[in-house]
Structures are given as C-alpha cells and as structure tokens.
C-alpha cells in the first residue's frame, strides 16, 4: 500500500537561506509525487509534480524537487526562502494502478516558518 | 475564472444537527473529492465522486453523506451521528479520477460544533 511520511511537523529558516522539506514515500508501483502548499484558512496549490518523466521537477515560486527512487525521497527546495513562502506544505503520492481508485495520499504536513 | 466554490465558509452548529457544505465547480471535471483535514494529520478523504450519479466511500465516512445529482455540484451532509465534526473541510476536483495531474481545491469550510 502506498504511504508518504514526512519528516518534520515544522522547519523554521532566516529569509534569504535555503529551504528542505523533506518526504518519503512507500509505494508497489511508480508512483506520481505532488507537493501542494497551503496558506492559513486557503485551499491547496500545486507546487510541482512528479509523473515518471524527469526526475529533478521545478515549480511556481523557484521551488524544486528531486526524485530518487533508491532512497524513495521527493524532498522538496528553495534556494532562498521568501516571508512569503511561510505555509504549510504536503506531499502526496496518488494510488494509480495500485487499486485503480486513483486516491491522493496525504503526508501529514511541514509548517515553514521563516524568520525576517 | 474558472474554479471551485465552497460555501458557507464558517459554519456554527449545535450537537444533534445536520449541516451541508456546498461545493461547486465550473472547470467541467469528472471527479469530486472531499477532504477533512484536523491538525497535524494533513488531509484525509471522507468521499469521493467519479461521475455523475456515482460515489464511493473514502477512508472516514462514517456520519457523513453525499450526493452528485449534477457534474458540477458534490454537498457534502454532516450529520448528527458524526462524533467529532469540528474541522476544516475541503472539496477538490480533478479531471478525470484516472489523472494523474492537478486537483483542484476549494477555499475551504470551517465547521464547528457548539
């Protein structure tokens, strides 16, 4: 059964320095990785997504994530963190051809602090 | 622009009620969902919707209930057996349930029980 874990409930950086949020994933089959971010008291946005072709995947805002299917991670970067950039941040693996209900798992969130 | 709506966005209720949430979509997608998400457990399906007139169970449907009379239209019904319904919920669609791009979300709906 496919899963996503990620690894810190919070991240707090200084504007201007890099960001890692940081997901493992556990799937049968290869998976399609999403990462979504998520403003106080909004609705979801796709930030990038990951569907078997490159692996490095860039999206809105100059985030970035790489997959790498030895160490099953999709971590997700940013090279300089903005005020703007503090939200709360989900990785999500669809369940595809596993079961054929195409459901979206949820990682239980990263909330990025960023300090002025 | 196209997108989806959700209403009431705040919403107040006295134990023993039913609620319906609104939720609709002008993107003409197949697929509806609604999510419910509680703090520090990220988000998790109560159903799901892959055509008109067809529903299925998700991962925490007990005390709630829905319809999809119309493609564009997916109320989600909390009801009084729901034994914790305070939370944010939110409602997403996707082209088709077999898409493996974006869904869509909603701005959300903030229940709580009194």
């Known amino acids: 059964a496919q899963s996503v874990t990620q690894l810190d409930s919070h991240v707090s950086v200084s504007e201007g320095t890099p960001v890692l949020l940081r997901c493992n994933y556990s799937s049968s089959y290869s998976p399609s990785l999403f990462w979504y971010v998520q403003h106080p008291n909004k609705g979801l946005q796709l930030l990038l997504k990951?569907?078997?072709?490159?692996?490095l995947v860039k999206g809105i805002n100059g985030f970035e994530a790489e997959f790498k299917k030895s160490e099953t991670s999709f971590h997700l970067t940013k090279p300089s963190a903005h005020m703007s950039d503090a939200a709360e941040y989900f990785c999500?693996?669809?369940?595809?051809?596993?079961?054929?209900?195409?459901?979206?798992?949820f990682g239980s969130g990263t909330r990025l602090l960023v300090r002025p | 622009d196209g997108g989806i709506t959700q209403s009431p966005k705040y919403l107040f209720r006295k134990e023993g009620q039913n609620v319906t949430l609104s939720c609709e979509q002008n993107?003409?997608?197949?697929?509806m969902y609604w999510y419910r998400q509680d703090p520090g457990q990220g988000l998790r399906l109560i159903y799901y919707?892959?055509?008109?007139?067809?529903?299925q169970k998700g991962d925490i449907a007990e005390g709630y209930s829905v319809s999809r009379e119309k493609k564009e239209s997916f109320p989600l019904t909390v009801t009084s057996a729901q034994k914790n319904p305070t939370a944010f919920y939110l409602c997403?669609?996707?082209?088709?349930?077999?898409?493996?791009?974006?869904?869509?979300f909603g701005e959300g709906s903030r229940l709580t029980v009194l």
């Open positions: 999500v693996v669809t369940t595809g051809a596993e079961d054929s209900s195409y459901k979206l798992i």
């Open positions: 993107l003409n997608h197949d697929a």
């Open positions: 919707s892959q055509i008109v007139n067809d529903f």
């Open positions: 997403a669609s996707t082209r088709a349930a077999s898409y493996t791009g974006e869904l869509f």
């Open positions: 990951y569907t078997s072709a490159a692996t």
